[in-house]
């Protein structure tokens, strides 16, 4: 679904990513390591588009031919959401249905039953109407898990989900990612190492070099 050919980056001249080449396939399941500095959320915001690479090139793919982007759900670091903004549960789930550009047509019915679908399949419905300030941290990774899904995207993209979960939340998490990755590709940045390696169907080391390999 997804080709890396011999990525790199710069900011200002300083080179961060070299000679990055990966390869996602349909249904695949790609855990990204290494320690901080490393590039590891650089590469996912190169894959997802928000990123230009200094040099090489990304090819996307669906079905067999080469299309010009895939649709992706996105689950940023935790740190990055303003926990205070006022708004529920099911208000950051229907933002899924916003390309980034516009929104994907009026706010139908059908897409209401879309919203209703990923609150309940994230085991979240009961706090549907809560504000994200009252949320754990493992609703708060629910809830951005349900915004990511609502459009059925091919690739679910997340930096960092674990970050600010206990044992039990996080054991949760994976859980819930296996049975989504039945269903899409899965790009996973992460530190635990460990979990990632048990989930994962490949790992992206980027320490050192961007060197890959299948578990």
Same mark, same amino acid.
């Given at each position: 679904?997804?080709?890396?050919?011999?990525?790199?980056?710069?900011?200002?001249?300083?080179?961060?990513?070299?000679? %990055?080449?990966?390869?996602?396939?349909?249904?695949?399941?790609?855990?990204? !390591?290494?320690?901080?500095?490393?590039?590891?959320?650089?590469? =996912?915001?190169?894959?997802?588009?928000?990123?230009?690479?200094?040099?090489? #090139?990304?090819?996307?793919?669906?079905?067999?031919?080469? =299309? /010009?982007?895939?649709? $992706?759900?996105?689950?940023?670091?935790?740190?990055?959401?303003?926990? @205070?903004?006022?708004?529920?549960?099911?208000? %950051?789930?229907? $933002?899924?249905?916003?390309?980034?550009?516009?929104?994907? *047509?009026?706010?139908?019915?059908?897409?209401?039953?879309?919203?209703?679908? /990923? =609150?309940?399949? $994230?085991?979240?419905? +009961?706090?549907?109407?809560?504000?994200?300030? $009252?949320?754990?941290?493992?609703?708060?990774?629910?809830?951005?898990? /349900?915004?990511?899904?609502?459009?059925?995207?091919?690739?679910?993209?997340?930096?960092?989900?674990?970050? @600010?979960?206990? +044992?039990?939340?996080?054991?949760?998490?994976?859980?819930?990612?296996?049975?989504?990755? #039945?269903?899409? *590709?899965? !790009?996973?940045?992460?530190?635990? =190492?460990?979990?990632?390696?048990?989930? +994962?169907?490949?790992?992206?080391?980027?320490?050192? +070099?961007?060197?890959?390999? @299948?578990?």
């Amino acid at each position: 679904m997804i080709e890396l050919q011999n990525i790199a980056f710069s900011y200002d001249n300083r080179p961060l990513l070299c000679n %990055v080449n990966m390869v996602v396939h349909d249904c695949d399941f790609v855990g990204i !390591i290494g320690s901080n500095g490393s590039g590891k959320t650089t590469l =996912v915001r190169l894959i997802l588009g928000l990123l230009k690479p200094t040099s090489g #090139k990304i090819i996307f793919s669906k079905n067999g031919k080469e =299309v /010009a982007s895939l649709s $992706m759900g996105y689950v940023p670091q935790c740190s990055q959401i303003d926990r @205070y903004f006022p708004i529920s549960v099911r208000e %950051v789930v229907r $933002m899924g249905l916003i390309d980034g550009k516009h929104i994907c *047509s009026y706010i139908f019915n059908r897409q209401e039953e879309a919203v209703s679908r /990923a =609150v309940s399949r $994230m085991n979240i419905s +009961a706090i549907a109407d809560k504000p994200i300030s $009252m949320l754990s941290g493992g609703e708060l990774q629910r809830t951005m898990l /349900a915004r990511a899904i609502v459009s059925h995207p091919d690739v679910l993209v997340l930096d960092e989900p674990s970050t @600010y979960l206990d +044992a039990a939340s996080g054991d949760n998490l994976y859980a819930l990612l296996q049975e989504l990755n #039945k269903e899409c *590709s899965i !790009i996973l940045v992460g530190h635990d =190492v460990e979990n990632i390696k048990k989930n +994962a169907k490949q790992v992206i080391s980027l320490d050192g +070099a961007a060197n890959s390999y @299948y578990l």
